[in-house]
């Protein structure tokens, strides 16, 4: 990710219902201070320090966030972050809302374990530019791409994100993307990062990089009658 991403870190008073165990979820015990007084706010601040923000540390703070309960004695031990206003339900995530510019997105898949079998209650990070191909606006103090969520597979093992269509870097120097990073006990950490099929930057010497990177996938775009681009693309995970 480049360093012209900044953005206003995630506004979630999380509190500790069970951190612990919520950080289960995701394959790591997350310790009860880690939710509290914005501990887990900091680490999001903290993955910032040095100038470009360190994708795995970036990962890894939205991943802390996603294992504090955000409402409280009863609350889904696996609430994900959201946006605000946006309703909290695990498996469908409203990436970005009705106002922001561009043209509607929804992707969706599903995470498969090592063995190819749907796998539930793993996370999923998404993040990507705006449709001018910021990750914030110009000038913002932080490196936190602005549109950004985490989704928790249902027992299908499936995610859905709904956002707009991401422009390419304003500099030309890589085609529109989105990236996606996803997680589970007993298995590695995979990220992908989709183009899009029929971009004029995706050259040739763009296809022989994708033919030797395995996080990087071409997925076909369909419109539909609504005007609503889409597409779908299953994560395989390996196991530790």
């Given amino acids: 990710m480049r360093s012209r991403t900044s953005n206003k870190t995630l506004e979630t008073n999380c ?3 069970s951190p612990l165990d919520a950080g289960r979820q995701f394959g790591r015990a ?5 939710c ?6 900091s680490a ?3 993955a910032e320090s040095g100038g470009m923000m360190k994708r795995d540390a970036f990962v890894t703070a939205l991943l802390l966030l996603a294992a504090c309960s955000c409402s409280g004695p009863g609350a889904p031990q696996h609430a994900p972050v959201t946006l605000p206003g946006q309703p909290v339900e695990s498996a469908r995530i409203i990436l970005s809302d009705a106002n922001e510019p561009g043209d509607r997105l929804v992707f969706s898949g599903r995470v498969l374990d090592y063995r190819g079998q749907p796998l539930s209650k793993a996370a999923v990070v998404a993040y990507h530019a705006d449709h001018s191909g910021l990750y914030n606006p110009p000038n913002s103090a932080s490196r936190t791409p602005r549109l950004r969520a985490v989704a928790v597979t249902d027992h299908n093992g499936g995610f859905r994100f709904s956002t707009v269509r991401p ?4 500099d030309g120097s890589e085609p529109a993307h989105i990236h996606l990073a996803a997680v589970a006990p007993a298995h590695h950490l995979r990220y992908v990062t989709y183009w899009f099929e029929g971009d004029p930057l995706i050259t040739a010497e763009q296809r022989r990089r994708r033919a030797t ?4 996938v071409i997925v076909d775009l369909n419109r539909g009658a609504d005007g609503v681009w889409s597409f779908t693309h299953d994560i395989r995970l390996e196991g530790n």
């Fill in 15 to 17: 509190r500790p219902a």
């Fill in 30 to 34: 997350v310790p009860a201070q880690a």
């Fill in 36 to 41: 509290v007084s914005g501990g887990s706010r």
């Fill in 44 to 46: 999001l601040r903290s």
């Fill in 167 to 170: 422009g390419a870097y304003p």
């Fill in 213 to 216: 990177d395995p996080e990087l």
